[in-house]
C-alpha cells in the first residue's frame, strides 16, 4: 500500500510526563487509577505449591525481615 501523504500528530511537552498525560489524553487512553498505598508500602508474595510447602517458604520468607502486605497462596488439585 503506497499513499502520497501521511496523517499523524506532533505532541511536544517540557518532560516525559507531561508528554505521556497528553498522549494518553490526546487518544483516549486514560490512566489508570493510582495504586492503593498497601500495594506498595510492601512485598506482596503470591506462590503455588504444595500445601507441605507453605509453612517452610513462609518461614524462610521470613528470615529476610522484609514487610509483607500480603501473602497469597493457590493451591491446584489435579483430579
Known amino acids: ?3 502520497n501523504s501521511v496523517q499523524g500528530r ?3 511537552k517540557t518532560s516525559s510526563a ?3 498525560e497528553c498522549f494518553t489524553e490526546t ?3 486514560g490512566r ?3 495504586l492503593p498505598e498497601w500495594i506498595i ?3 506482596v508474595i503470591g506462590m503455588q505449591s504444595g500445601t507441605e510447602s507453605v509453612p517452610h517458604i513462609w518461614n524462610e ?5 522484609l514487610l509483607f502486605q ?3 497462596y493457590w493451591r491446584h488439585v489435579l483430579a
Open 18 to 20: 507531561e508528554l505521556i
Open 10 to 12: 506532533i505532541l511536544h
Open 70 to 72: 500480603h501473602f497469597g
Open 1 to 3: 500500500m503506497h499513499q
Open 27 to 29: 487518544f483516549g487512553i
Open 32 to 34: 489508570p487509577p493510582k
Open 41 to 43: 508500602s510492601g512485598a
Open 61 to 65: 520468607l521470613k528470615m529476610y525481615n
